[in-house]
């Protein structure tokens, strides 16, 4: 199986070129590619196949040539990946898939809009966050709230007065099950000047990663909200880097950088 690894601030994935549609993609198969140790490592895969190969996809091979078939690093499927849709984009280019300038990939939460040159950052129309009301979480003892965000995958975007440096992410923070119940990506936030903030996220599916940009984007939202504002430009620093996040009244974008890494074959021995 060919593969090219990437990653946007940290946030790091296994790209599956499958030109073809041929990829049969069980959420075991994606667990061992993921595996840090026993496989290639990543926060998730990205599967490049073309729109119209993919049944949840074709109605967009219009506005998309390529669908990013999007898994977390435990097998399950999201939506929407920020930081993936510009990584995906990145290996179209480099792969001579698209041309650099702007187009569209296509999404299981819709096309998205990509806008790169041949080297640098990469932009993505993230599309109009939804705030969908409150909600809370719990860890290391202390109870957090904060903003429920829809990025087309669920978010829980909490300001906190607590230093985000002091929290320990390894385990899963606890949230509402019935405000969430397909589980949810929630970001801790600190502000640090003048419409800049520090985040830390624990992914739905994949633990804590370095960096998250669906996640960025709701930060944004929450930090806005929590000022009185609801349109601006906001950096948003992650453990991995810092992405920038434009509000305007009807959409959001997400840039950041987004590195190719290396490639190579991946020979899937299942123990
Ligand atoms: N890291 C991604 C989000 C990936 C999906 C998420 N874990 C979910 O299950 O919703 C990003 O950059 O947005």
Redesign the pocket.
Known sequence: MRFVKGH?TE?DFVILPDPEGRLDLSAELVSRLCDRRAGIGG??ILRVVPSTFVAEAERYAAQAEWFMD?R?ADG?V???????VRVFARYLVDAGLATAGEFGVATRDGVKRVRLGMAGDVTVDMGRPKILGESRTWLNGREYRGLNVN?G??HLACVIDDPVTELDLDAQPRYDHAVYPD?V?IELINPVGDHAVSMRVY????GE?R??????VATAVAAAYASGEKTGVWKVRVLGGTLKITLDSDTSYLTGPAALVASGEYHDIAI
């Not at 999201?78 to 993936?84: L, Q």
């Open positions: 946007g946030n926060d998730g999007y977390n399950s999201a939506e929407m990946c920020g930081n993936g990025m995958n669920p589980g990506n992914e739905r599916g994949s990663t960096s998250c940009g669906t996640g960025a």
